[in-house]
Every structure is written in C-alpha cells, then in structure tokens.
Nanobody, 120 residues
C-alpha cells in the first residue's frame, strides 16, 4: 500500500511555470512506477507523464518539451515541472503509482488531486 499526496497546484498566467510534487508514504517507493494524469472539466482523464523505477520517462504529445517528470527516491517524491503553460493545461492533476510492467494503465494508487489553472 502507498498513500499519495499532491501539492504545488495553483493559478498561473499563460507562459508561466509550476512544479507539482507528490509525496508517497511507505518504504518501497522505489519499486513503484509513478505517473501524473490530468482531467479537465467535461473531458476524460489523460496520462500526462510517467516514470519507471529506472527513471525512463514517457510524455503525452501535448506536453513534450514543456513538462518534465522526475523522481527522488530518497524523498519518496515524484515531481512534474511544468513550463510554458497554456490555458489548455488547466485541469485537476493526479499523481498515481503502480507495481509491475507498463506505464499507460493499471495504476492502483491515486492521490486526491491538485488544481492547476492557467489564465490567458
């Protein structure tokens, strides 16, 4: 079991930056693949970025070159650095964790979400 708590969301102008953090409980954080998802009003939840236990990363096409996912196993934390933010990035951002192979689905553990709002 792992509990996830996100922080770092807020209101930012277009072109600005935010860094989201997700703190995980437990002593086995390094065994989990981690991901950030987002859900905008009226839209389906989508994968934004994910990182394996070995720090291999994947990104949605819409955020490539602007967002960076990273992890610090010593701090049990995963980060999402978001630069050049656009109004379309407005959403609730969720941290998720899973064991086992693959990065696109089957995440068993979820945080409560943090709101990111980008004004034009």
């Amino acid at each position: 079991q792992v509990q996830l708590v996100e922080s770092g969301g807020g209101l930012v102008q277009a072109g600005g930056s935010l860094r989201l953090s997700c703190a995980a409980s437990g002593r086995t954080f390094s065994r989990y693949a981690m991901a950030w998802f987002r859900q905008a009003p009226g839209k389906q939840r989508e994968l934004v970025a994910a990182i394996t236990t070995g720090s291999v990363t994947i990104y949605a096409e819409s955020v490539k070159g602007r967002f960076t996912i990273s992890r610090d196993n010593a701090k049990n934390t995963v980060y999402l650095q978001m630069n050049s933010l656009k109004p379309d990035d407005t959403a609730v951002y969720y941290c998720a964790a899973k064991l086992g192979p693959g990065l696109y689905s089957d995440y068993a553990y979820w945080g409560q979400g943090t709101q990111v709002t980008v004004s034009s």
